[in-house]
Nanobody, 118 residues
Framework: QVQPVESGGGLVQPGESLRLSCLAS???????????MAWYRQAPGLQRELVAQ???????TYADSVQGRFTITKNNAKRTAYLQMDNLKPEDTAVYFC?????????WGQGTQVTVSS
């Protein structure tokens, strides 16, 4: 029903920005309109953690560690969610996963690596 496909990761220096994209492939419009989209991340040796979430109505939530630096948005016409990451820090280094929740079912993307290093 939904196959999240991430893109946009890479290597940046501290203080720089990146924008991640997540296309909800296979989602028809009626499905997209009720999806909650989220970004999670997992650093080596740590548990996967929620970074940001946006509901079907556009309500957003953020982890304390990224509040004020990251912004989650979505483009309904493109069925794509975005994570704008500004003022990146070395501790933001992780694999970032896109997550879509549809009527109680959860779908995960393959992940994209973000590395913040000087």
């Amino acid at each position: 029903q939904v196959q999240p496909v991430e893109s946009g990761g890479g290597l940046v220096q501290p203080g720089e920005s990146l924008r991640l994209s997540c296309l909800a492939s296979r989602a028809i419009l009626s499905t997209w309109n009720v999806l909650t989209m989220a970004w999670y991340r997992q650093a080596p040796g740590l548990q996967r953690e929620l970074v940001a979430q946006i509901t079907d109505r556009g309500t957003t939530t953020y982890a304390d560690s990224v509040q004020g630096r990251f912004t989650i948005t979505k483009n309904n016409a493109k069925r794509t969610a975005y994570l704008q990451m500004d003022n990146l820090k070395p501790e933001d280094t992780a694999v970032y996963f896109c997550n879509a929740v549809f009527r109680g079912s959860t779908f995960w993307g393959q992940g994209t690596q973000v590395t913040v290093s000087s």
